[in-house]
């Protein structure tokens, strides 16, 4: 099984095939992530399930982004996505001290804000850093998300970009939503490696962590929203565990809200 891997620009054909099955991948309360509209608006369907029609603006994205969304088709069949990869272009830059400006707290809330800002003020981005890898669930356990960490490593090296960073979600931190991230991190098999399966998928091809993104992104919803998105009562102000969730979702009855603050492991790939 071969995937190929070619980039929205090159085929703007392939915006809405396979995309629902792919979105799906997704707890749906992360499809409300507010920032998502900034970087999905820009590849069509992707806009509607990440934020873009509850914001109204579904053609609100950065057109130039499209040069940085992955879709994968297998060797036999190259009309149907069965994977995709999104990588920002941004500018990193350097501080006074000539050291790169550090990675921020606010992981790909932060990092898409400064791709969008960055196209507003001309600023030639230098570092590119993934948003999201997803393969259709049939397809899973095949390596097929390895390759699509490499084609983005090679798709940055493409467009010129000198740095590779990732906000990774690793994927099996729902499981122990009470545990905090940095002590998930902390868990090595007797290889050396990361526990988690996606943090060692990056750790194979040469990712290494660099720190965490504890507020990496930011949904904050009325709770009708979150009963929509979840089937949860939300009834009861305090922690609530949601499935899919890193961390349990903040509620608060008496302010007709909850927010969710998901952390991420900031990984750095050579390129």
């Not at 297998?74 to 830059?93: E, K, S, Y």
């Not at 800002?117 to 981005?125: A, C, E, L, S």
């Not at 994927?171 to 545990?179: A, I, L, N, S």
């Not at 990712?207 to 990496?216: D, K, L, Q, T």
Request: with cysteine; proline share 8%.
């Amino acid at each position: 099984m071969r995937l190929v891997v070619q980039t929205l620009a090159e085929r703007p054909d392939l915006g809405r095939a396979g995309w629902r099955t792919l979105d799906a991948a997704w707890p749906a309360f992360m499809h409300l992530a507010p920032t998502g509209v900034l970087y999905y608006g820009a590849v069509g369907p992707g806009a509607v399930s990440h934020g873009a029609v509850s914001h109204g603006a579904v053609s609100c994205g950065i057109p130039a982004f499209a040069e940085h969304m992955l879709l994968g088709v297998l060797d036999t069949d190259r009309d149907v996505v069965v994977a995709r990869a999104a990588t920002v272009p941004f500018r990193l830059g350097t501080g006074q001290d000539g050291e790169p400006t550090p990675l921020p707290d606010d992981g790909s809330d932060e990092v898409v804000r400064w791709a969008a800002t960055d196209v507003i003020t001309g600023q030639r981005p230098d570092a590119v850093a993934s948003l999201e890898v997803v393969v259709r669930q049939d397809l899973r356990r095949r390596g097929l998300g390895a390759q699509l960490i490499t084609a983005m490593k090679n798709n940055a090296r493409r467009l010129g970009i000198t740095t590779f960073v990732s906000p990774v979600r690793p994927v099996e931190k729902h499981r122990r939503p009470h545990t905090s991230m940095a002590e998930y991190v902390s868990w090595i098999r007797a290889d050396g490696l990361p526990a988690d399966p996606w943090l060692r998928a990056h750790a194979r091809l040469g990712g290494r962590i660099v720190g965490n993104a504890p507020a990496s992104t930011v949904i904050a919803l009325p709770l009708a929203a979150w009963r929509r998105a979840t089937g949860l009562p939300f009834d009861r102000s305090g922690a609530v565990v949601v499935p899919g969730a890193l961390l349990p979702v903040h509620c608060s009855v008496e302010h007709d809200h909850a927010v969710y603050v998901e952390p991420a492991v900031w990984m750095r790939h050579e390129l």
